[in-house]
Each structure stands twice: as structure tokens, then as C-alpha cells.
């Protein structure tokens, strides 16, 4: 692929927004963002959006894009969005995209759920409870505990490395809670077995945005562009239930073979990988999928402490979720942007407390819907 | 009886054989005249093979439990039944499908992966019986 630069980016605050609607949020993401780059709102000619449709945005921004990409399959949206924009400025169909992304996943202000009683998920899935997405994201779960002998308890150690990483970013939503031990994990309140309260993401309302250049463009920047290098995607299915093996995702097997070849590089490369984690499982599939633990090992690899330091968390080999993640930095439903923001700011070296030191390369990854989906990128500041 | 307050499901022309059976206390499954294999759920086209002919043969109703979770914050009309078990079920003829197993009082100690199971129907009003699954006798 040819390289775009991100050359700007940023989030809005995260929590509860009672305040701001769907639409006000993605234009405090677009606004922070396009400052972030230098950029006026006049010269973004590509829009690219999932929670509202590029024409809602065209009109609410005032202008008038020439590329729009509404590409709407869950959390990754955006992960995608950027290998689209990184496609349609090698095309020549715009020259400044804004990816950008709004939700008001707490307050529910302007938003709807997807879908009608007569899709094959309000015929096959709704009607059974499987409404809410701990209910869900839950359900490969045991397969891969009865398969590999994963444990509840090496499950409980992601939120508690994760959280170590938010009590180092300010803009985490749990920065002063404290941390937590896997005990506590397994102690807090039951939500959908096996999943406790703690192994949950926390629902917010936020939006965040990116401004993505071709290289001539780049030039002109503020701040040190960072590059994509590599980009995937794929698509599986829609309904949890139609996973073709519930111990691993085909899409995102698909879509981080698309990412690794074309960036050139493999999973012992990384020192700083980004997994969408929706609850405390979700990255631990990504690990095995993507190749950063054999089949069945995720288990031991995220419960693994060396010299006081997860080998994911601060201190650690592998740093992974750096901004406290969904689990403890928070999710507005879909939280793919948050994660390639994260992923920038490190590159950018802007990272503060939890800056991972001497960073050259990341990369984000994430799944849309219920390991339906999935979008990969290597990021690089190089 | 006051109507039932959770989400029903409204049948296509393509699922509408499937609803119909369950109405009636029949599992059914599309099997495909070109592969001769059946899916789940029911589409206008073979996901095997490509092929769009297909027709409804009555499947045996008995499958095991592949993979499940016990829910304690439930779905609109299921307040009376906290926890619940939602399961995907694999059937003896192959395909999978999300469903209950409806059993008292839910454990993981209750729910062996794999344990054989049988199918029975939840009635929600004169249209629609929801195809749901006990442990096999």
C-alpha cells in the first residue's frame, strides 16, 4: 500500500454527556481533531463515519465532501475507515479525510439500535435475551475454556493490567479508582457468567476523530505525521452464534495477515500492540488470532508477571492497551477510534506517565460486532 | 394473560417453513438439493455451496451444548427467569443455532459443554413458538 499520514488527532472527554448529543459529539471530535492538524473543516473533502451517516455530518459540518465512506460493522468501523482512506487517497478521490466518530452510548441521546424484529438477529437471537453485548461477547467464552483449559481466574488478569495502565493517563475514566487485583475481578457482581462486572468495558459518551494526508500534504503538518504502513479488514458473519469455530475469529485471522504482509513485519516486532478490549476476553482471542500466542495460550500469556510487571502491563515486554483500554479508560459502543488514538499518541511520544519509550512501531486491531468483523493497522513514526 | 413483552420475531418469506414448524412443534432445517447438507439460520441461498434450491426436512430435535452463558441482567421479557441460560446449540445434523436451555436454577456445575440435549417448544403468543432446548432424558 502507499503510506498515508495521520497528522491529527483527538478524543473528547469520556463519561457521562448528558449534555452533548450523537451529532454534538462527533463535531467536538472533528473541531478538537482538525486543530490537532492545522487543518480548516472547509478542506476536508472525505468524510468517513459509522455512528452517523456521512451525510448527516456533511450537513451538519457545512460542507460539501467528494469521498464518503460510511462503512458501519461494529467497533473496528473506524480501523477500517482508515485502510478506506488510506485506499482513496492513493486513488485520488480526496486528499483530506476526516475519519471521525460520536456516541452517546450512555446518555442514548439521538442513537438506535440496529437492526428489526424480521433481521436474522431480531428472528435467531433478540427473541432468546441475547440482547446486551456482555451477553454476547460472553458467548465463545467457555468454548475456549472447555477446549484449552482456560481459567476464570487467568481471564481476571487483563482488567487488572489494563487498569494499571489507566491509573497512569489522566484522561482515563478510571485514573483516581485505584487498582484492582484479579480477586476483585472475580468478586465483583456478576453480569453474564463468565463474565463479572469488572471483566466489563465502561459505557460512556465520547467521540474522538483523525485526520488522515497523503504524503505531499504530510509536509506541512504541525506535528510529526505518523504513518500507516499496513492495513486489513474482513467480515465473517453478523451473529455470534454463526461463528464457524468459537475459539477463533476468521475475520480477524483475515484481516491481520492483510496488515502484517503488507507492513512487512511479524508480532515479534512490536513492543506496543492496541486490542479492542470490550470485555476482559476479547483482546485474549486477538492475542492467539493474530500470532502473539500460539492457540489456547492467551490464558497464560496475559496472566504472566515477570520481576512485579504483567508482560502486557507498565513495566512489562509487551505493552498492550496503554490508555486504560475500554475495560478502565472507557467505550462509547464503538471503541475503535479510542484505540487508534492511543496508538498515535504514543507514536507521537505524547504519551506522558505511560509513554512507552523509544516507540517506533504499533499496532491497532479490533473486531466489529461480536468477533464479526475486524479491522487491523501498523502505525509507525518512521 | 397479558401479551407476552419481550422481542418477537417476525418471519420472513424465507424463514416463514421454519416458524411455521416450530408453531407446530417441529424443529425444521433448509437442506440444499445440490450439496445435500442443511443450514442455520434459513436463507434463500445454500451458505455451502451457493445453491438456491432448497427444501424443509424436519430435523431430529436433538443436539449438544457447544458453548453457553448464564445471564442475571435480563432482556425485556425475560424478568421472570434471572438467571437464564443462552446457549448456541449443535445440532445432530451439524448446524448450530442460538437458543435456552431452560433448566432450574443454573449453574456452570449443571452445564457440562457437550451434554446432550433435546428440543422444546416456548410458546409467546398465537404465531410464534420459540424453539428452546432441555438436557436429554
Same mark, same amino acid.
Given at each position: 500500500?502507499?503510506?498515508?499520514?495521520?497528522?491529527?488527532?483527538?478524543?473528547?472527554?469520556?463519561?457521562?454527556?448528558?449534555?452533548?448529543?450523537?451529532?454534538?459529539?462527533?463535531? !467536538?471530535?472533528?473541531?478538537?481533531?482538525?486543530?490537532?492538524?492545522?487543518?480548516?473543516?472547509?478542506?476536508?473533502?472525505?468524510?468517513?463515519?459509522?455512528?452517523?451517516?456521512?451525510?448527516?455530518?456533511?450537513?451538519?459540518?457545512?460542507?460539501?465532501?467528494?469521498?464518503?465512506?460510511?462503512?458501519?460493522?461494529? *467497533?473496528?468501523?473506524?480501523?477500517?475507515?482508515?485502510?478506506?482512506?488510506?485506499?482513496?487517497?492513493?486513488?485520488?478521490?480526496?486528499?483530506?479525510?476526516?475519519?471521525?466518530? *460520536?456516541?452517546?452510548?450512555?446518555?442514548?441521546?439521538?442513537?438506535?439500535?440496529?437492526?428489526?424484529?424480521?433481521?436474522?438477529?431480531?428472528?435467531?437471537?433478540?427473541?432468546?435475551?441475547?440482547?446486551?453485548?456482555?451477553?454476547?461477547?460472553?458467548?465463545?467464552?467457555?468454548?475456549?475454556?472447555?477446549?484449552?483449559?482456560?481459567?476464570?481466574?487467568?481471564?481476571?488478569?487483563?482488567?487488572?493490567?489494563?487498569?494499571?495502565?489507566?491509573?497512569?493517563?489522566?484522561?482515563?475514566?478510571?485514573?483516581?479508582?485505584?487498582?484492582?487485583?484479579?480477586?476483585?475481578?472475580?468478586?465483583?457482581?456478576?453480569?453474564?457468567?463468565?463474565?463479572?462486572?469488572?471483566?466489563?468495558?465502561?459505557?460512556?459518551?465520547?467521540?474522538?476523530?483523525?485526520?488522515?494526508?497523503?504524503?505531499?500534504?504530510?509536509?506541512?503538518?504541525?506535528?510529526?505525521?505518523?504513518?500507516?504502513?499496513?492495513?486489513?479488514?474482513?467480515?465473517?458473519?453478523?451473529?455470534?452464534?454463526?461463528?464457524?469455530?468459537?475459539?477463533?475469529?476468521?475475520?480477524?485471522?483475515?484481516?491481520?495477515?492483510?496488515?502484517?504482509?503488507?507492513?512487512?513485519?511479524?508480532?515479534?516486532?512490536?513492543?506496543?500492540?492496541?486490542?479492542?478490549?470490550?470485555?476482559?476476553?476479547?483482546?485474549?482471542?486477538?492475542?492467539?488470532?493474530?500470532?502473539?500466542?500460539?492457540?489456547?495460550?492467551?490464558?497464560?500469556?496475559?496472566?504472566?508477571?515477570?520481576?512485579?510487571?504483567?508482560?502486557?502491563?507498565?513495566?512489562?515486554?509487551?505493552?498492550?492497551?496503554?490508555?486504560?483500554?475500554?475495560?478502565?479508560?472507557?467505550?462509547?459502543?464503538?471503541? *475503535?477510534?479510542?484505540?487508534?488514538?492511543?496508538?498515535?499518541?504514543?507514536?507521537? *511520544?505524547?504519551?506522558?506517565?505511560?509513554?512507552?519509550? !523509544?516507540?517506533?512501531?504499533?499496532?491497532?486491531?479490533?473486531?466489529?460486532?461480536?468477533?464479526?468483523?475486524?479491522?487491523?493497522?501498523?502505525?509507525?513514526?518512521? | 394473560?397479558?401479551?407476552?413483552?419481550?422481542?418477537?420475531?417476525?418471519?420472513?418469506?424465507?424463514?416463514?417453513?421454519?416458524?411455521?414448524?416450530?408453531?407446530?412443534?417441529?424443529?425444521?432445517?433448509?437442506? +440444499?438439493?445440490? +450439496?445435500?447438507?442443511?443450514?442455520?439460520?434459513?436463507? %434463500?441461498?445454500?451458505?455451502? +455451496?451457493?445453491?438456491?434450491?432448497?427444501?424443509?426436512?424436519?430435523?431430529?430435535?436433538?443436539?449438544?451444548?457447544?458453548?453457553?452463558?448464564?445471564?442475571?441482567?435480563? %432482556?425485556?421479557?425475560?424478568?421472570?427467569?434471572?438467571?437464564?441460560? &443462552? %446457549?448456541?446449540?449443535?445440532?445432530?445434523?451439524?448446524?448450530?443455532?442460538?437458543?435456552?436451555?431452560? &433448566?432450574?436454577?443454573?449453574?456452570?456445575?449443571?452445564?457440562?459443554?457437550?451434554?446432550?440435549?433435546?428440543?422444546?417448544?416456548?410458546?409467546?403468543?398465537?404465531?410464534?413458538?420459540?424453539?428452546?432446548?432441555?438436557?436429554?432424558?
Amino acid at each position: 500500500m502507499s503510506r498515508v499520514a495521520i497528522i491529527g488527532a483527538a478524543e473528547t472527554a469520556l463519561g457521562k454527556r448528558p449534555d452533548v448529543s450523537r451529532l454534538a459529539l462527533h463535531a !467536538e471530535a472533528a473541531r478538537l481533531a482538525l486543530a490537532d492538524a492545522g487543518i480548516r473543516m472547509r478542506d476536508v473533502d472525505g468524510i468517513f463515519s459509522s455512528v452517523a451517516d456521512p451525510n448527516e455530518l456533511s450537513e451538519y459540518f457545512g460542507i460539501v465532501p467528494r469521498y464518503i465512506d460510511g462503512t458501519s460493522v461494529g *467497533g473496528c468501523s473506524t480501523i477500517i475507515q482508515l485502510r478506506h482512506a488510506a485506499a482513496a487517497i492513493a486513488a485520488g478521490y480526496c486528499s483530506v479525510a476526516l475519519i471521525v466518530h *460520536g456516541e452517546s452510548g450512555r446518555s442514548w441521546i439521538d442513537m438506535e439500535r440496529p437492526g428489526t424484529a424480521a433481521s436474522p438477529v431480531g428472528q435467531f437471537e433478540t427473541p432468546y435475551g441475547a440482547a446486551g453485548a456482555a451477553t454476547l461477547f460472553a458467548l465463545p467464552v467457555l468454548r475456549h475454556f472447555h477446549q484449552y483449559g482456560t481459567t476464570k481466574l487467568q481471564m481476571a488478569h487483563v482488567p487488572v493490567a489494563t487498569r494499571e495502565w489507566a491509573l497512569l493517563n489522566p484522561k482515563a475514566i478510571m485514573h483516581k479508582a485505584g487498582p484492582i487485583s484479579p480477586q476483585d475481578v472475580l468478586a465483583s457482581r456478576i453480569i453474564c457468567y463468565p463474565f463479572n462486572l469488572l471483566d466489563c468495558c465502561l459505557v460512556a459518551d465520547g467521540g474522538g476523530a483523525i485526520v488522515v494526508v497523503g504524503p505531499d500534504r504530510a509536509r506541512d503538518a504541525p506535528k510529526k505525521p505518523v504513518w500507516a504502513i499496513g492495513t486489513g479488514e474482513g467480515a465473517a458473519h453478523r451473529q455470534v452464534a454463526m461463528m464457524r469455530d468459537f475459539t477463533t475469529s476468521d475475520s480477524a485471522v483475515v484481516s491481520s495477515r492483510q496488515a502484517f504482509a503488507e507492513a512487512g513485519v511479524r508480532p515479534t516486532d512490536f513492543r506496543h500492540i492496541m486490542l479492542y478490549d470490550a470485555f476482559s476476553f476479547t483482546p485474549m482471542l486477538a492475542l492467539e488470532d493474530l500470532g502473539f500466542c500460539g492457540r489456547g495460550e492467551s490464558g497464560a500469556f496475559v496472566s504472566q508477571v515477570t520481576d512485579g510487571a504483567y508482560h502486557t502491563g507498565p513495566g512489562g515486554a509487551l505493552p498492550m492497551n496503554t490508555n486504560g483500554g475500554g475495560l478502565s479508560h472507557g467505550h462509547t459502543g464503538r471503541y *475503535g477510534i479510542f484505540a487508534l488514538i492511543e496508538a498515535i499518541t504514543q507514536l507521537r *511520544g505524547e504519551a506522558g506517565a505511560r509513554q512507552v519509550k !523509544e516507540l517506533e512501531l504499533s499496532l491497532v486491531h479490533g473486531p466489529g460486532r461480536h468477533f464479526a468483523a475486524a479491522g487491523t493497522v501498523v502505525l509507525t513514526n518512521r | 394473560m397479558t401479551a407476552y413483552s419481550g422481542a418477537v420475531p417476525v418471519p420472513t418469506p424465507e424463514t416463514q417453513p421454519f416458524w411455521d414448524g416450530a408453531r407446530e412443534g417441529r424443529l425444521m432445517l433448509p437442506w +440444499c438439493e445440490d +450439496c445435500a447438507q442443511p443450514h442455520f439460520h434459513p436463507r %434463500a441461498i445454500c451458505p455451502h +455451496c451457493g445453491g438456491a434450491t432448497l427444501h424443509w426436512r424436519e430435523a431430529s430435535g436433538r443436539g449438544r451444548l457447544h458453548t453457553y452463558v448464564i445471564n442475571h441482567k435480563p %432482556a425485556r421479557g425475560f424478568e421472570d427467569r434471572v438467571p437464564h441460560v &443462552i %446457549a448456541v446449540v449443535e445440532l445432530a445434523e451439524g448446524p448450530r443455532l442460538l437458543t435456552n436451555v431452560e &433448566i432450574a436454577d443454573p449453574t456452570p456445575e449443571k452445564l457440562a459443554i457437550d451434554m446432550p440435549l433435546l428440543v422444546s417448544f416456548r410458546t409467546l403468543n398465537e404465531k410464534i413458538a420459540l424453539p428452546v432446548f432441555r438436557p436429554a432424558p
